[in-house]
Antibody
Framework: EVQVVESGGGLVQPGGSLRLSCAAS????????MSWVRQAPGKGLEWVSA????????YYADSVKGRFTISRDNSKNTLYLQMNSLRAEDTAVYYC????????????WGQGTLVTVSS | DIQMTQSPSTLSASVGDRVTITCRAS??????LAWYQQKPGKAPKLLIY???SLQSGVPSRFSGSGSGTEFTLTISSLQPDDFATYYC?????????FGQGTKLDLK
């Protein structure tokens, strides 16, 4: 069974940093692109970042470019999101998702981890 | 960036109704469009990919159509479990933008 489980969320002050992790199981992690999608409280979905199966290519939303870094460790079946210079508007539930098939479409989602940026 | 616009934002319907949600892209995305269902406090669930392909295990009352810039999600006969929020997403080019969502509630 495909499973992705996010961790690392919590309360952080504006300007601070946080690293999210996503542990994958039930599939060959190195064969799939992975994504992060977030959802602010009471709001819609916002695509954040994606990384190809090898980790060689990454993509970012303009709202996080230069502040967030996506990476993966295929030997540990784990996806990461390093978040720096956090702002109040980054407050959201962050979802990790495995691609559906060979493309990049988020097909299998975790339950999310809440990041709250507040003083 | 490609903008995705869903309509309506809210839709009130009854069990057994046929409902349609529309998603428009600001430029052609061919058929690289997906639809998700999300219930409160839960992760989104992929329903349809490539505009009209049904994800495994999704009931056949859900269908998608369209190409280019205009797409629709149709639920042929609403069931109690279908009351949720629906999102479209384009994956033709990065960033893979979502529509703002359509909340389907009970009339």
């Amino acid at each position: 069974e495909v499973q992705v489980v996010e961790s690392g969320g919590g309360l952080v002050q504006p300007g601070g940093s946080l690293r999210l992790s996503c542990a994958a199981s039930g599939f060959t992690f190195s064969n799939y692109a992975m994504s992060w999608v977030r959802q602010a409280p009471g709001k819609g979905l916002e695509w954040v970042s994606a990384i190809r199966d090898s980790g060689s290519t990454t993509y970012y939303a303009d709202s996080v470019k230069g502040r967030f870094t996506i990476s993966r460790d295929n030997s540990k079946n784990t996806l990461y999101l390093q978040m720096n210079s956090l702002r109040a508007e980054d407050t959201a539930v962050y979802y990790c998702a495995r691609a559906y098939g060979s493309g990049s479409l988020p097909g299998y989602w975790g339950q999310g981890t809440l990041v709250t940026v507040s003083s | 960036d490609i903008q995705m616009t869903q309509s309506p934002s809210t839709l009130s319907a009854s069990v057994g109704d046929r409902v349609t949600i529309t998603c428009r892209a600001s430029q052609s995305i061919n058929s690289w469009l997906a639809w998700y269902q999300q219930k409160p406090g839960k992760a989104p669930k992929l329903l349809i990919y490539k505009a009209s392909s049904l994800q495994s295990g999704v009931p056949s009352r859900f269908s998608g159509s369209g190409s280019g810039t205009e797409f629709t999600l149709t639920i042929s006969s609403l069931q109690p479990d279908d009351f949720a929020t629906y999102y479209c997403q384009q994956y033709d080019s990065y960033p893979h933008t979502f529509g703002q969502g359509t909340k389907l509630d009970l009339k």
